[in-house]
C-alpha cells in the first residue's frame, strides 16, 4: 500500500499548485519532491489515530480525508474533510504533542507524507510557507467553529438537510448524493437511528428519493427552510 514518492518531474506539477507553497523556488520545491513519500490507500482506511505520536504532515492530492473527533457518548463526528491541496497534520507538529483527532480515507484516496525534520526546515528558511501554514490552520479553526455552533445551536434534521445540500453540490454524478447513513451521523453528530429516522420522513413527503448509498434532493426548498431551523 505505501510507495516512496514519485520521482520529482511528476510532483513538481501537483505541488506548483498546493496552495501551501505558493510562491517558492523550484528549487525549494523540488526539497519536497525529493523527500515526500507517496501513499495510496482505500476508503475507510485510518492515516492516524488520536494521540498517535506525529512524525509527518500530510498533503491530500486526490480523494478525501476526514478528521474525526469522538463525542462524550462515543460516537464519531467529522470537523473537517480535506480533499486536493490541503495539508493537515501540520499542528501536533509545530505543537510537539501527540495527534488531536484522527483521520480517515473517506474515499479512495492519494497523499504525500512530509516528513517532520523537512517541514521544519522549510519553515525556517521561507516565512512565506510559515505564513500559508498560519492561514490554512485558520480557516480550519473557524470551520471547526462552525460546527460546533451548529451542533450547539441546530436540531439534527436541520444539521442533516444543510449537510445534504452541501454535498449535493460536490456530488458526482451530478444530483446523486453517494453516502450510507453511517456516515451521514458521523458527520452531522447523530446517530445512524435517527439519520434513517429523518430521512424515511423526508422520503414520504417528498423532499427526497433514496435507495442503498443514495440519495436524490426532490425539494430544495423545502431542504433549505429545515437547514435554516424551520420545523418539519
Known sequence: M??????????LPFLKRVPLFAGLSETDLLVFACVC??????????????????SAAYLVRSGAI????????????????????????????????????????IEPSEFLLL???????????????????????????????ERESELAFLDAPARLARTLLALEKAATPPEEIRISHDELARRIGATRQTVTKVLGRWRRAGWIASRRHR???????ALQERADDKTF
Open 215 to 221: 440519495v436524490v434532493l426532490r425539494d430544495r426548498r
Open 115 to 145: 516528513p517532520r525534520a523537512e517541514l521544519m526546515a522549510q519553515l525556517e528558511r521561507e516565512p512565506r510557507v510559515m505564513r500559508h501554514l498560519l492561514e490554512s490552520l485558520a480557516e480550519r479553526l473557524a470551520a471547526t467553529t
Open 37 to 54: 513519500r507517496l501513499e495510496r490507500v482505500p476508503k475507510g482506511y485510518i492515516l492516524f489515530q488520536r494521540g498517535d505520536a506525529a
Open 2 to 11: 505505501n510507495k516512496r514518492a514519485e520521482n520529482s518531474e511528476t510532483l
Open 66 to 105: 476526514a478528521v474525526l473527533v469522538s463525542t462524550m457518548d462515543g460516537r464519531e463526528l467529522v470537523v473537517n474533510e480535506l480533499r486536493a491541496g490541503d495539508c493537515f497534520g501540520e499542528l501536533a507538529l509545530l505543537t510537539g504533542k501527540p495527534r488531536s483527532a484522527t483521520a480517515m480515507a
